[in-house]
């Protein structure tokens, strides 16, 4: 079964700094890409940050960027995202994706999501 559970949300005031994990089982954690969206109230969902199997390409929005670290340790079959500088714009609901191409098919997983609210 696959599994990829979120935690560290909360709430901040501006300038805060918050740490997500995600922290993933039941596949090949290690044969996938991962990576960190977003979805505010009545916007669509936005990709935050991705991170290859290898951690050797990195991508971020830039509206993020020099704020947001993303990293993964295959050890512990986690990934984190590292935010600072937070924003009141960068509230939203903040979801793990787990993805892969393999056989010519897109396999692709989700986590339930963890809030982010930064407000004064």
């Known amino acids: 079964q696959v599994v990829l559970e979120e935690s560290g949300g909360g709430s901040v005031q501006p300038g805060g700094s918050l740490r997500l994990s995600c922290a993933a089982g039941?596949?090949?954690?290690?044969?996938?890409?991962m990576s960190w969206f977003r979805q505010a109230p009545g916007k669509e969902r936005e990709l935050v940050a991705s991170?290859?199997?290898?951690?050797?390409?990195?991508n971020y929005v830039d509206s993020v960027k020099g704020r947001f670290t993303i990293s993964r340790n295959s050890a512990r079959n986690t990934v984190y995202l590292q935010m600072n500088s937070l924003e009141p714009e960068d509230t939203a609901m903040y979801y793990c994706?787990?993805?892969?191409?393999?056989?010519?098919?897109?396999?692709?997983?989700w986590g339930q999501g963890t809030q982010v609210t930064v407000s004064s």
């Open positions: 991170i290859t199997t290898t951690g050797n390409e990195i």
């Open positions: 994706r787990a993805d892969r191409y393999s056989g010519g098919k897109h396999w692709e997983y």
């Open positions: 039941g596949f090949t954690y290690r044969n996938y890409t």
